[in-house]
């Protein structure tokens, strides 16, 4: 129990309710392994800190479909590396270029790359974005999206504040005014950090 909580609600909506993290997981993986054998090369959009390793770590853990990572990407993979885990990926600027050219790896930009530059750098490539906001902005300008979210959705955030009990809620970012409203209609006096 707690008397006084702060949510982050990026997605404090209904409409934003999460698959299982392990179906999109299957996903991923099943729509990397099809592009592959279209002779096509994956290319996923992902933030660079925390989704970009989450997603180096799933094709490690599961396949044995080499990743590429984008420079950024590999610099950040580094320290995860030096702090304890391992991450095994080829930087693009030196041993992932051939890879590339191959088609048979999995590669990861940041999400900062537009999906229609890299249409035009890589020709034969797909490109999907892994992220919560699959669920509001479907295949718009990509081939394949996937919701997979280091944010809590809807249920989650709606479940984790009745497990605490807390006497006040306030929201911050996303939808933090509706979700507050939508607390207080469930009793709970949720207010939003900042008008």
């Given at each position: 129990e707690c008397d006084i909580m702060v949510v982050e609600t990026t997605y404090g909506r209904p409409n934003f309710s999460f698959p299982p993290r392990e179906e999109v997981y299957c996903n991923i993986v099943e729509w990397t392994a099809k592009t592959?054998?279209?002779?096509?090369?994956?290319?996923?959009?992902?933030?660079?800190?925390g989704k970009a390793q989450e997603i180096t770590k799933l094709f490690n853990l599961f396949t044995t479909i080499p990743v590429v990572t984008h420079p950024i990407i590999s610099?950040?993979?580094?320290?995860?590396?030096?702090?304890?885990d391992t991450l095994t990926y080829y930087d693009l600027?030196?041993?992932?270029?051939?890879?590339i050219k191959s088609k048979n790896c999995v590669a990861l930009f940041p999400t900062t790359y537009s999906p229609k530059n890299l249409k035009l750098s890589y020709s034969c490539?797909?490109?999907?974005?892994?992220?919560?906001?699959?669920?509001?902005?479907?295949?718009?300008?990509v081939d394949a999206t996937f919701p997979l979210s280091g944010h809590a959705d809807f249920p989650q955030l709606i479940q984790f504040i009745k497990a605490c009990h807390p006497k006040?809620?306030?929201?911050?970012h996303g939808y933090a005014s509706d979700f507050a409203v939508r607390l207080n209609k469930m009793g709970i006096d949720g207010r939003p950090l900042f008008k």
């Open positions: 592959i054998k279209e002779n096509y090369l994956p290319i996923f959009l992902v933030y660079p800190i610099k950040a993979n580094e320290i995860v590396n030096k702090f304890g600027s030196t041993d992932g270029a051939d890879l490539a797909k490109i999907a974005l892994a992220t919560g906001w699959a669920l509001l902005y479907g295949n718009k300008d006040k809620v306030y929201t911050i």
